[in-house]
């Protein structure tokens, strides 16, 4: 049973929920075009007074239903159908034009009163907030992009195009993926799993792809929008930072190098120097003690080897050296060219597959310097005594962003137990003439350290000209 005091405190709670909704709520009676009820937010809407809102009827509102006709004919299709919702035009009293979204519903009475229940939420503020949004959205110097829950690329601004090199219709044929190196695959997946979760992720630092195939590092923020279906991603290019951080780990390094050089320096300058010495003494002396000399020798050989060692590391980190972008074929034959005598000397074939279109971004100097290591390691892996035709394939294949250099010869290979110490200082498989076993270091040091680069060496066998070929492969992936 429902009791006087019950209805007082309906009542009040309906009021309560009527005036406090964020939207205006209006209740319609369709035969007189008069509003029975409204709500304060209706007020504020429209900016008519209580008084005011009693009087007019809902012509006085819309810029769209402009008619009595059109006005009925839509009021009595949605009693037909019992609700529904629109978007629509309407004005304020200064009629200053707003535009809102609509849900209606007829009301079921006991006086069988056409009746409408009227909900109207204000799109001009979401509007204003959208056009801001798509200001930022055009203007911003960072690359902005929106993807789906599969990495779908749904849409970007002017930046991010600028910054990858693609045109607006390779971009949107792309996946997120398509954009990034694949070793790093792994870790914007689980970047991307972590959002989803965490809603913000910022500041994760990752590597793209140009459309030149340049390598770009970024710093990436990730924002999952309200639907939980896209992904905001922002990304700051700083490459030209991690550049100069380079540099300026490079210019440590030669501090530190120097500062143990000058230490190291002088007493490998003393043991020469009484090495030399003892020798001197023993020839005037008339000394024929062989052991005693080669000894000496020995020693003075292996500081020597140290002194060089010091000097080849200075030098190394003492230049200014800048990533740049090259085309890969181009480095190629210009160390071909550096190495003509001793190719033409030793009567090696050198056998090049790089398309012209592939470019890396490169230290020049360093990893002209690597590749000449490699090709010089490959002429001296060539015995005097062999008789087939001699070769060296260089090679390059770009596969899913991710370029491969492959220098091989057909040398027939070294040791599988040599394999995993060719890059170790002073290892060396030739006659101790021939080399100190540095240059490979060097080329893992440069390739590796400095420009993270992957590499492998591995002996294979392989069909040439319908021969078989057997020798060592040192691939370089990029």
Known sequence: MITENSHIQIESLYSTILNESLDAILILDIETQKFLMFNKKALELYEYTEDEFKNITPKDLTLEFTTDKKMREKQFEILEKGWDKFTSKHKTKSHLPIDVFMKSKKIENKENKNLLYITIHNLSDERIY?????????????????IDSNAKILNFNYSFQK?????????????????????????????????????????????????????LTVYMSLNLLPDRKRILITIK??????????????????????????????????????????LLKNELLGNKDKE???????????????????????????????????????????????????????????????SEELS?????????????????????SFDKNFEKKKYIFIEAKSINNQISLSIKDNAQGIKEEYLNKIFNPYFTTKHQKQGKGLGLTHVMKNLKNIHNFKVEVFNETYTYENKTQKGLNLLISF
């Open 130 to 146: 959208e056009k801001e949004f798509e200001t930022i959205f055009k203007s911003s110097k960072d690359g902005i992009s929106i």
């Open 360 to 380: 890396i971004q490169i230290y020049k100097e360093l990893f002209l310097s690597s590749i000449l290591n490699i090709l010089i390691n490959n002429i001296e």
């Open 237 to 278: 290019n700083i490459t030209d930072i991690k550049l100069k951080e380079a540099e300026e780990k490079l210019q440590s390094m030669h501090k530190l190098i120097s500062n143990i050089g000058h230490h190291w320096r002088q007493p490998l300058n003393m043991i020469t120097t009484v090495s030399s010495a003892i």
């Open 163 to 215: 910054m990858l090199g693609f045109s607006n219709d390779e971009l949107m044929k792309k996946n997120f993926f398509d954009l990034s190196p694949k070793n790093e695959n792994e870790k914007i997946t689980s970047i991307l799993k972590k959002v989803s979760s965490e809603d913000v992720v910022e500041n994760f630092e990752t590597k793209f792809i140009t459309k030149e195939n340049s390598i």
């Open 292 to 354: 005693l000399i080669d000894d000496l020798n020995i020693v003075i050989n292996e500081a020597k080897k140290i002194s060089s060692t010091i000097d080849l590391f200075d030098e190394t980190i003492t230049k200014n050296y800048k990533f740049n972008k090259y085309y890969l074929k181009e480095i190629i034959e210009e160390a071909i060219q550096s190495l003509a005598t001793p190719i033409k000397e030793n009567k090696i074939n050198i056998v090049v597959n790089i």
